[in-house]
């Protein structure tokens, strides 16, 4: 007859072969198992090795390997011609308290906790994955135009560096990094500031940038004025900040900045987010006369600009409007940036440009965030800064993005003439299409997915006035392309006729 700890045993132990984890230690983890949750207490007797292996139809070899490996980490007490017993689990961590009822809980893990804590609602996922051939986002550079070899190259060179190791190894961050100092060069070139090392600090990405800037300013009930459509990640980041959000409207030269003079008063307002060079997800650029105006509504209206300028490297027709922190004279813009959108995202880099007081209290947040940051990846920018290569790779592809902006358009007007209305973008990987008659984009997004085309939740915008979607193109092709555009034509015509 089995004895009570050998039923035990065979009920908590359950292994297969692995090529991750041997077997006699998948058997000894679970063994130490059931010891912490109190199941196999102190001064129990293990059986023998050859009736362990036979419970467990092991090799006898195994049985020995296992108990060596609970004597090595001081679990059980192996006494010669007496047998093996469990030590007291105390010797190694607390023991789990556990009851001679749920046995079978010990092969799973807890789906829920067993504590009460903070769930947060604003912060809930967005994200929608799906399994069809083509889809729309929302604008996203397409990462088959990576120069992946050369990256492979440059990431090796990298590695084998001595003074990456002096980095990886100092106890805390130089004032103003290599990499800062190139990034501050870089950006004083391309986007007109006269800023210095001490001005910047770089982060993981846009959204890293906005959530320690957002610790910053807001604290709970403070306004914050965003457009009447602007980007859902930085309003679920501004709610989580516990911020009053409050839309003005947007037209044809971007926000409505006379708005907010005729609505607000001095000291009424926290902080005005914009996307100043592109509007997101309209893609209108704010007007130079408005930009002007906002500055100045800042100054004496006491709030900050955030000016996040997520897609400025993709500038097709003519040059890019500088931002407006260019021309801040009175440290009331906060701009941020992105740098390597042309590259795999493990490349790509966030940044903020503020006064220096700004600055270092967000490195401050950052040091417990992300203090090291990614220094090979710092590593293979500041050289690719420093050679011009960034440039070279983001001319390059404005080029292709520049052919595939005009042939979604050329497709547009073939297909969607009669159905809807668009600007051509003078930059940026996406074009606001308005449709004309207005139908149901759910039903639009439920036809479409029965093509074979997935429309995520969050390129669609339907309203009393607004019957549109953010059509980003940058990841399509030409062959691409066509085939979305053909399938969304002909479900925009199934859902316009009711046909199901």
């Not at 196999?40 to 108990?67: C, H, M, Q, W």
């Not at 069809?132 to 992946?148: A, E, Q």
């Not at 050329?410 to 600007?423: D, I, R, V």
């Not at 969304?488 to 199934?494: D, G, H, M, N, Y």
Request: neutral net charge.
């Amino acid at each position: 007859m089995h004895s009570p700890v050998n039923d035990k045993l065979q009920s908590l132990i359950y292994f297969e072969k692995s090529p991750n984890t041997s077997i006699y230690i998948q058997i000894a983890q679970q063994i130490i198992n059931a010891i912490q949750r109190g199941y196999l207490t102190e001064g129990t007797a293990l059986p023998g090795t050859r009736k362990f292996s036979d419970l467990l139809s092991i090799n006898r070899n195994t049985a020995v390997a296992v108990y060596e490996e609970l004597a090595s980490q001081g679990w059980v007490d192996v006494i010669p011609n007496k047998g093996t017993f469990v030590l007291k689990p105390e010797k190694k961590t607390a023991a789990i308290k556990g009851t001679s009822q749920g046995l079978d809980k010990l092969k799973t893990y807890p789906e829920t906790a067993g504590f009460p804590f903070q769930s947060s609602f604003h912060l809930a996922s967005t994200e929608e994955f799906s399994i069809h051939k083509y889809v729309i986002n929302d604008g996203k550079p397409d990462l088959r135009l990576h120069p992946t070899h050369q990256f492979s190259k440059w990431y090796s060179a990298s590695m084998k560096r001595a003074s990456l190791i002096s980095k990886w190894n100092q106890t805390q961050d130089e004032s103003y990094t290599t990499f800062s100092k190139e990034l501050c060069n870089y950006l004083n070139a391309t986007r007109g500031f006269h800023i210095k090392a001490n001005n910047i600090v770089s982060t993981r990405s846009t959204e890293m940038s906005l959530y320690i800037v957002s610790q910053l300013l807001i604290k709970e009930n403070d306004v914050v004025l965003v457009g009447d459509l602007s980007p859902y990640k930085s309003n679920m980041i501004f709610q989580q900040a516990g911020a009053n959000i409050i839309t003005i409207p947007v037209d044809a030269h971007g926000m409505d900045v006379d708005f907010i003079e005729k609505n607000f008063t001095k000291n009424s307002i926290r902080c005005v987010y914009v996307c100043a060079h592109r509007q997101y997800p309209t893609t209108v650029t704010l007007s130079a006369e408005r930009r002007l105006k906002l500055l100045q509504l800042a100054k004496v209206y006491g709030f900050a600009i955030i000016e996040d300028d997520f897609d400025y490297d993709f500038q097709f027709d003519g040059s890019a409007m500088v931002p407006m922190a260019s021309a801040d004279g009175h440290g009331v813009v906060i701009y941020l940036g992105r740098l390597g959108q042309s590259f795999f995202p493990n490349f790509q880099i966030g940044f903020v440009v503020a006064p220096e007081n700004i600055i270092q209290e967000a490195k401050n947040y950052l040091q417990i965030l992300d203090k090291q940051g990614d220094l090979i990846q710092k590593q293979i920018l500041t050289e690719l800064i420093h050679e011009g290569e960034i440039h070279r790779l983001i001319k390059k592809n404005i080029t292709v993005y520049k052919q595939r902006r005009d042939y979604l358009c050329a497709c547009l007007e073939t297909h969607f003439n009669k159905y809807a209305t668009w600007q051509v973008p003078e930059g940026g990987l996406a074009v606001w299409l308005h449709f004309e008659p207005r139908i149901s984009l759910v039903k639009l997004a439920e036809k479409t997915k029965k093509h074979n085309l997935f429309l995520p939740k969050t390129i669609l915008y339907q309203n009393k006035n607004i019957c549109a979607i953010r059509f980003g193109f940058g990841h399509l092709n030409e062959v691409e392309i066509e085939a979305v555009v053909t399938i969304l034509k002909q479900s925009f015509e199934e859902v316009m006729h009711g046909i199901y």
